[in-house]
Structure formats: structure tokens, C-alpha cells
């Protein structure tokens, strides 16, 4: 059970005013479909935190060997989850506004050549022409 801080009379309708606001400049600032996906993960980390609480015995290695590992892979977890988002929200939603033909370090793509047919190229450059 979590409880709230103790600040005041309203402190629990306070808080959550702060955690709501919160969510809105994350949604705003990237996209409430990320934040979406960002939760179990969130969690889950809140729930390894939680379980090196006050409760639990003092650190041992082989704790804090398991607590840097599980955390380690949760944060892998968060940062493939942001960059899959951020990699989706940079390609054009339409051919159209696709550039005519892409080169880069292994090959070439058009809207015209599929990917299975791309010649390789040495260098990354686009051409606009």
C-alpha cells in the first residue's frame, strides 16, 4: 500500500493533482500512446525499488548484484521502447511525402525498388532529384 506524504489535510487529492499534471506535460511533451507503453515497465521498476525498502536487510553483493541486473534490464526495456517509438514517429505517414530515393551504408530504397533488390552503396546520402 502506498501512502501519501504527510503535508497536509488534503495531501492524497493534492498528490494526485501533481502526478495528474505530471502525465499531462510528459503526454504533451512525447505522446500518451508512448506513456502507455512506458507504464508496466514504470511499475515494474517502482516495484524493484519498493523491494529495497527499509524492511529488507542490509545489502549483500549478491543483492545489489540482482537489484543492478533486474534494473539494468528494465531500463534496456524503457530506452528500446522509447527509441522503437521515436524511429516510428520519423518515417512520413504517406509515400508521397517519402524522398524519392535514399541511399545508405548498406544499400538503397525508392518507393519504386523494393528492399529486396537494393544495390549496395558506400556512402549515406539522400538524393533529392
Known amino acids: 500500500m502506498i501512502q501519501a506524504a504527510v503535508h497536509g489535510r ?3 487529492t493534492q498528490d494526485a493533482i501533481t502526478v495528474g499534471r505530471c502525465v499531462a506535460i510528459l503526454a504533451e511533451l512525447t505522446d500518451l500512446n508512448l506513456l502507455l507503453q ?3 515497465v ?3 521498476i517502482a516495484r524493484l525499488v519498493a523491494g529495497c525498502g527499509p524492511d529488507v536487510p542490509g545489502p549483500s553483493p549478491e543483492r545489489m548484484l ?8 528494465l531500463l ?3 530506452g528500446r521502447l522509447i527509441t522503437q517509438w521515436r524511429l516510428n514517429h520519423l518515417e512520413p505517414l504517406s509515400r508521397a511525402d517519402m524522398l524519392p530515393l535514399l541511399f545508405w551504408e548498406g544499400g538503397r530504397l525508392s ?4 528492399l529486396s533488390h ?3 552503396e558506400l556512402s549515406v546520402r539522400t538524393d533529392l532529384r
Open 76 to 78: 534496456d526495456e524503457m
Open 42 to 44: 514504470a511499475l515494474r
Open 38 to 40: 512506458l507504464w508496466p
Open 111 to 114: 518507393a519504386q525498388t523494393p
Open 66 to 73: 540482482q537489484f543492478e541486473t533486474q534494473l539494468r534490464r
Open 10 to 12: 488534503n495531501a492524497a
Open 118 to 120: 537494393a544495390k549496395s
